[in-house]
Every structure is written in structure tokens, then in C-alpha cells.
């Protein structure tokens, strides 16, 4: 019969290789995110270009009709994006639990998924935000950002294209801020500042790409999805003490992760917590730490 130093190593071998599993999940999530958004930003693109039609500028009479659909183009982003999230969710949630497939029930198991799905799906975190408030800021953002951006070079457009007239009427040359606002108004010039904005040019309010913000959302939540289920499964095992908090193998910067995984408050051994209640993780967004189940033979 298996001792649980056995059974210790095995499920420690276990949440590493689930530890790994969603390492991948993440990665493969986030690039199909980026493909979304790159695709959405095509299709923004592509209405640009068409607006500015043999002119080769979007002028003030093409300008609510982009906007329009710019606003179409990323409420299909919203729904392509919020669905792979919550599979990416699921799917976490299933590797978390997986870890112990052989120590408890299916039943027990499916449960589990079942729970750490909802949970993630109803936490409301420290800023009072739950994940349908991040999603809905996800796409205030992104509208806000680009409509901005397409409203600004539009009309700055149309001015110096005024400007430009009245100076050729002149017989004179045309000033170089002025022939700069008319060329951010033309249609390749405008395509390729939204299309960058979209996935990784910096714009003023985060310092980067509308994805970014989508990225650190994905992360978050399907990490959080890992973690609620390896942890509502470990706690049903027999001879549980806790869980240890442990730090990814790519934690490079000290910050409260460490103090996390190293506190000893419950006199079971640095970075042992007794329950879930009681276990700090994940101890920000974004985060790579884990947990990792503790008997009470193993303190």
C-alpha cells in the first residue's frame, strides 16, 4: 500500500507537469487571443481604406460611418474573445483538478471543475470588479482608444486639408505640421496607427496595445481557474494538512510572492497554509506561482 511520502511524490510530480500544462494553456490562449485581435484590426483596417476611397483621406462626411464599423467590428471581438476565455477557463480548471484524478472520485472531480468555473466566473476581487466588469472594460477601452485616435486624425485631417488649400491659393509652400495632420488623415496612414494600437503600439492611457490589457485578463482568470480547483480537490484528500505556496520557476523579481512563500503563520513550515481561506494565492493578476499539496506526515 502506497504511504503518503509516496503518494506525496506522485501528486508533487503531478502539479508540476499540471503546473506546466497550464503554463502552455496560457501561452497557446494568448496567441489565439492576438490572432482575434489582429483579425479585428484587418477588418477596422479594411473599412478605413474603403473610406478613403480615390481621395486617399477619411474626410468629416466618411467619419461616423468608420466609426460604425469600428463599433460592429469589436462587438464580434467581444464575442470571439469573451468565448475562448471561458473554454480557457474550463480547460484550466481541469488540468488543476486532474492532479488528482487517482486520489478522489470522478464525481468528486467534475464537482470540483464545476465550482472553480463558477467561482472564477463570480469573484468579485479587491476593486469590487467581477470578470464580466473586466471584459466590459476590456471593450470600453478598446473603443474608446481607437475612436479617439480615428476622430482626432479626421478632423485634424480635414483642417489641414483646409490649410493646405488656402496656402496653394497663396502660391505658397505647405508647413510641415500641416502636411503632417493631412497624412495621418489618409487612409494607409490611418489603417496601420489603429491597426497598431490594436496589438501592441503604445497609446496614452496604458502604454500599450488595446491586446495587452485582454492578455493580463486571460492570464489572470485562467490561472485563477488552476489554482481554485487544484485547491478545492486537494482539500478533500485524506490526510491533507495544506497547501504550500510556491514560486514559479521563472520568478525573477522579488515582491510579495516571496513573503508568501516563505511566512511561516501556522507553525506548518514556510509558506503552509491549512486551508483555502486561509492561502494567499494568488497574491496578484498575472501571476505564475502555484500551490502544491502538503500531508500532515510531510511537515
Same mark, same amino acid.
Given at each position: ?17 499540471? !503546473? ?11 496567441? *489565439? ?12 483596417v479594411?473599412?478605413?481604406?474603403r ?14 460611418n468608420?466609426?460604425? &464599423? ?10 470571439r474573445?469573451? /468565448? ?15 492532479v488528482?484524478a487517482?486520489a478522489?472520485?470522478?464525481s468528486?472531480?467534475?464537482?470540483v471543475? &464545476?465550482?472553480?468555473?463558477?467561482? !472564477?466566473? +463570480? ?7 467581477q ?14 482608444v481607437?475612436?479617439d ?14 490649410a493646405?488649400?488656402?496656402?496653394m491659393?497663396r /502660391?505658397?509652400?505647405?508647413?510641415? #505640421? ?9 487612409g ?21 496595445g488595446? !491586446?495587452?490589457?485582454?492578455?493580463r ?8 481557474? &488552476?489554482g481554485?480547483?487544484y ?6 484528500? #485524506?490526510? !491533507?494538512?495544506g497547501?504550500?505556496?510556491?514560486? +514559479? ?6 515582491d510579495?510572492?516571496?513573503?508568501h512563500?516563505?511566512a ?12 483555502? *481561506? ?5 497574491a &496578484? ?5 502555484y ?5 500532515a506526515? /510531510?511537515?
Amino acid at each position: 500500500m502506497p504511504t503518503n511520502l509516496d503518494r506525496a511524490a506522485t501528486i508533487r510530480a503531478a502539479t508540476l507537469a499540471a !503546473v506546466e500544462q497550464r503554463n502552455r494553456l496560457n501561452d497557446t490562449a494568448v496567441d *489565439e487571443l492576438i490572432e482575434t485581435y489582429d483579425d479585428a484590426g484587418d477588418l477596422i483596417v479594411q473599412h478605413i481604406e474603403r473610406a478613403a476611397g480615390q481621395g486617399d483621406r477619411v474626410g468629416l462626411e466618411q467619419l461616423q460611418n468608420v466609426l460604425s &464599423h469600428v463599433r460592429e467590428e469589436l462587438r464580434r471581438l467581444q464575442e470571439r474573445r469573451d /468565448g475562448q476565455l471561458y473554454r480557457r477557463i474550463e480547460q484550466s480548471a481541469c488540468v488543476g483538478a486532474g492532479v488528482f484524478a487517482g486520489a478522489l472520485p470522478e464525481s468528486t472531480l467534475f464537482a470540483v471543475n &464545476h465550482s472553480a468555473v463558477a467561482f !472564477v466566473r +463570480s469573484f468579485t476581487a479587491a476593486d469590487g470588479l467581477q470578470l464580466s466588469d473586466r471584459l466590459w472594460r476590456l471593450n470600453r477601452n478598446a473603443a474608446q482608444v481607437l475612436t479617439d485616435h480615428i476622430q482626432f486624425a479626421v478632423i485634424n485631417g480635414e483642417s489641414a486639408h483646409q490649410a493646405m488649400l488656402r496656402s496653394m491659393g497663396r /502660391g505658397a509652400g505647405v508647413p510641415a #505640421d500641416i502636411a503632417s495632420a493631412y497624412n495621418g488623415a489618409r487612409g494607409g496612414n490611418l489603417g496601420r496607427r489603429v491597426r497598431s494600437l490594436m496589438t501592441g503600439e503604445a497609446d496614452p492611457v496604458n502604454g500599450k496595445g488595446v !491586446v495587452y490589457q485582454a492578455e493580463r485578463v486571460f492570464r489572470s482568470e485562467i490561472n485563477r481557474a &488552476h489554482g481554485e480547483a487544484y485547491m478545492g480537490a486537494a482539500f478533500q484528500v #485524506d490526510g !491533507v494538512a495544506g497547501v504550500r505556496f510556491r514560486l +514559479s520557476p521563472n520568478h525573477r523579481v522579488r515582491d510579495v510572492c516571496d513573503t508568501h512563500a516563505t511566512a511561516d503563520r501556522y507553525g506548518l513550515g514556510p509558506g503552509v497554509y491549512p486551508s483555502r *481561506e486561509a492561502c494567499p494565492w494568488p497574491a &496578484h493578476p498575472n501571476t505564475l506561482s502555484y500551490v502544491e499539496l502538503v500531508f500532515a506526515d /510531510g511537515i
